[in-house]
């Protein structure tokens, strides 16, 4: 998966919609505490930079792709860490200061890359308790909701931008899809597909008010007496 981000980092650093203000304002006000939050699949580190670093002390921005993390904008308040996917689970939260140490987790639009089974446990024992909140979108979502969307039930979030045809093309040949296809000499865009998108969006030089639809849920660890007895 890290060769996959490697490959497109550098657009991939210039054409990802930006996060609302207001998203990161209302998942921060859902932890009491602000002094850590730990942004996972940071990748150029939108959300860390634009956002975490906004209200909390300290950002953890982890990546399993060092070609992404190239691209991050650097900031006092973040440690970007490379994080390969061989990591041990104890090793990975000794970078995120031990156990009850992080306020907040986020996994912006990353989610869908990870292994969410060896992701747990990690979030379980890094969030404070109480107090700590995990927040990323999924159908599945073992946490206790914390008012913002719950299993089943995301909340619904809409991210604006102008956008030229050049820039959401841009945006295509970054996803994953088209890079997994592309891995396996598969072109998912190719000439012909370009230039019949190009047509339904209305030309080249048209710009396009575009809407992303987002979806995220907020929780808490849901037995963390257990946990932390255990
Ligand atoms: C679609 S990008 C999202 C980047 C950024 N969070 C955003 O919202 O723009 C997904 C990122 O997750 C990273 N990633 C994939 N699997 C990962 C894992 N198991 N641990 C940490 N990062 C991972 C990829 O390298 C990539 O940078």
């Not at 930079?49 to 308040?77: I, W």
């Not at 869908?112 to 747990?120: A, I, P, R, T």
Request: with cysteine; hydrophobic share 45%.
């Amino acid at each position: 998966m890290a060769d996959l981000y490697d490959m497109q980092a550098e657009i991939y650093a210039d054409t990802r919609p930006k996060y609302p203000k207001e998203w990161f304002a209302l998942l921060a006000a859902l932890t009491p505490h602000h002094i850590v939050a730990w942004d996972a699949g940071t990748g150029n580190g939108q959300a860390a930079f634009d956002q975490l670093a906004d209200h909390y002390d300290r950002v953890v921005a982890t990546d399993v792709s060092e070609g992404q993390l190239k691209h991050a904008v650097p900031h006092t308040k973040i440690r970007y860490i490379h994080t390969p996917i061989s990591m041990p689970e104890d090793g990975l939260l000794a970078l995120l200061g031990g156990e009850d140490a992080v306020d907040l987790v986020t996994i912006a639009t990353a989610v869908h890359c990870f292994d969410l089974e060896k992701f747990y446990p990690v979030v379980e024992r890094a969030l404070r308790k109480p107090g700590g909140v995990v927040a990323y979108r999924n159908l599945t979502f073992p946490f206790d909701s914390v008012g913002v969307g719950a299993e089943g039930e995301q909340a619904a979030f809409e991210m604006k931008t102008n956008a030229s045809f050049e820039w959401i093309l841009q945006l295509l040949r970054t996803w994953s899809t088209v890079n997994i296809a592309k891995k396996q000499g598969i072109n998912l865009l190719p000439a012909e597909v370009v230039e019949e998108l190009e047509k339904a969006w209305g030309g080249r030089s048209l710009i396009r008010e575009v809407t992303f639809s987002s979806f995220v849920i907020a929780g808490k660890p849901r037995t963390p007496a257990t946990l932390r007895e255990g």
